[in-house]
């Protein structure tokens, strides 16, 4: 059975920090499909203008991304490009848009590829989509998952709490 809600895709990121000249390290996305929770992530290479001294010690120690695991992650061009392909049309919704959407732009300006967007706000969407119990059920499934702090497992996370309210 198909829902409306799987128009969408769970978009979140990992950063370097939390500053304005930050730039993303991860980007996961999960979406409905099927009656299952279907997720993807990626880690993201440095690009060459992004500023190194906007490393920060303290978004490592919350993510767990040490930095030597960019060496070798797939180019902002390979992500961007996968991520395109991974939207398949889907609209972007986030619990972070202004973050997730200021990452998302730095990521596809190191490119040269258009942004896509909007983002919307995940509360927005659950509340234009469920009453009632759904509603309640999704809130209850959200507030109650930890919060993993990598972009695959918080994109899901979102998905996870949609599928529980499509079940109810």
Do not use: C
Not at 117 to 125: A, K, M, N, S, T
Request: charged fraction near 20%; charge should be negative.
């Amino acid at each position: 059975m198909s829902h409306a809600i799987e128009k969408y895709v769970a978009l979140d990121f990992e950063a370097s920090s939390l500053s304005a000249d930050s730039w993303p390290i991860e980007v996961g996305l999960s979406w409905l499909a099927g009656g299952e929770v279907v997720s993807w992530s990626s880690l993201i290479r440095p690009a060459d203008d992004w500023p190194m001294s906007d490393w920060s010690h303290a978004s490592e120690q919350v993510h767990g991304i040490p930095f030597d695991a960019l060496t070798d992650a797939p180019t902002p061009q390979t992500v961007a490009s996968e991520l395109r392909a991974q939207l398949a049309g889907r609209l972007l919704v986030s619990d972070a848009p202004d973050f997730d959407g200021r990452w998302l732009e730095r990521l596809m300006n190191a490119t040269g590829a258009p942004v896509p967007g909007p983002i919307l706000d995940f509360d927005q969407v659950n509340f234009s989509h469920f009453r009632g119990a759904s509603l309640d059920s999704l809130y209850e499934r959200f507030e109650r998952s930890a919060v993993p702090h990598r972009a695959g497992p918080d994109s899901a996370r979102m998905a996870r709490a949609w599928l529980r309210a499509v079940q109810i």
